[in-house]
């Protein structure tokens, strides 16, 4: 931390370096299972709980000299308390953490098969078993309109979608919503990752297939979000 570190107090000095070895942890993780791509694109944004204040903690990627990442402090209004001169992501994702107390985390990433549908300016279905059982949301909308901010364009997704997890960065790579804290979100995007290569393969040999109803009972029934899926009229 810099010097600003005594502009926090001693809770939110000790949630921001739990959620940094937290980072550190997801860092490792997605390089070693080869989500993340070659140039390390990861910055997550952790929300401080009880507080209008995040933790925004970005990979340092491959060129570094320190591997080690260095948090950054801010309000949402965009004062920086510690770590370093610019708000950067803390203010892009202010305002959807204001309107949404039940949003821990949000990171954009660039992953080489989430990537790729990026390019294509699609809504990608959720087909995959493993990352559809932890979700009601059904698929994954592109953000072509960059004169909207990522931060108004989720906000407008969550209006149609309030289970809503990812928004693709059209030619870009894709940002990813939590609602379980930064670790359980970093497994989330694993999952979402495996999930696009699963049905960009699926693509080339004759196309993928929407879930039959008997499959979506068992995922959700696994994860305890049958009832909620049924209440929503998703099956």
């Known amino acids: 931390m810099t010097t ?68 950054i402090v801010a309000t949402f209004g965009g004062e920086v308390l510690a770590g370093g001169a610019s708000a950067g992501f803390v203010t892009a994702y202010a ?15 660039h992953t080489p098969w989430l990537g790729g549908f990026a390019q294509t300016h699609r ?3 959720i087909r995959y078993a493993a990352s559809q059982r932890l979700t009601l949301s ?19 997704q969550l209006l149609r979608d309030p289970d809503l997890v990812a928004i693709f ?16 979100l970093a497994k989330f995007v694993v ?7 699963y049905q960009a393969i699926g693509e080339s040999v004759g196309g993928t297939v929407e879930f039959d109803d008997t499959n979506l009972v068992a995922q959700w029934g696994r994860s305890g979000l049958l009832e909620k899926a049924r209440e929503r009229g998703l099956i």
Do not use: C, M, Y
């Open 169 to 184: 960065e059209a030619n870009g790579g894709v940002n990813v919503i939590g609602r379980s804290g930064l670790l359980e």
């Open 4 to 71: 600003a570190e005594s502009r926090i107090d001693e809770s939110v000095a000790a949630f921001v370096e739990s959620t940094t070895r937290d980072a550190q942890k997801a860092f490792r993780v997605l390089r070693e299972t080869g989500t993340v791509s070659a140039n390390g694109t990861v910055n997550f944004v952790e929300r401080v709980p009880g507080e209008e204040i995040a933790v925004a903690i970005n990979e340092p990627g491959p060129w570094a000299d320190d591997p080690i990442a260095t948090p």
């Open 123 to 125: 809504t990608l279905p």
């Open 95 to 109: 305002k959807v953490f204001r309107a949404h107390p039940e949003i821990t985390s949000v990171v954009h990433v």
């Open 138 to 156: 059904r698929s994954i909308p592109p953000h072509i309109d960059r004169s909207v901010s990522a931060g108004d364009f989720i906000l407008e």
């Open 191 to 197: 999952l979402l990752e495996e999930g696009a290569q």
